[in-house]
């Protein structure tokens, strides 16, 4: 059984994967993401991801995120 991440969780520069996460096609790398700004209000998270090289990073909010996540790396 695991247990959910909770706000306290979250760093910037932590790497998290996804409770349903993908490899990448034809690779053995995957959707993993790492937390490079969390808004002073907790309340957003911005990340990178492996998938995402030549994309924006893209921000959602912090609920969203942990629903997400699933552990640290």
């Not at 247990?3 to 932590?14: A, N, R, T, W």
């Not at 993908?22 to 911005?46: A, G």
């Amino acid at each position: 059984m695991s247990v959910q991440l909770s706000l306290e969780d979250i760093h910037i520069g932590k790497a998290y994967r996804g409770k349903k996460s993908r490899k990448i096609k034809e690779t053995n790398i995957y959707d993993d993401r790492l937390v490079i700004w969390i808004s002073k209000d907790n309340s957003r998270v911005q990340y990178s991801s492996a998938s995402g090289f030549d994309k924006h990073y893209p921000s959602t909010s912090m609920d969203k995120f942990l629903r997400w996540v699933k552990k640290e790396l």
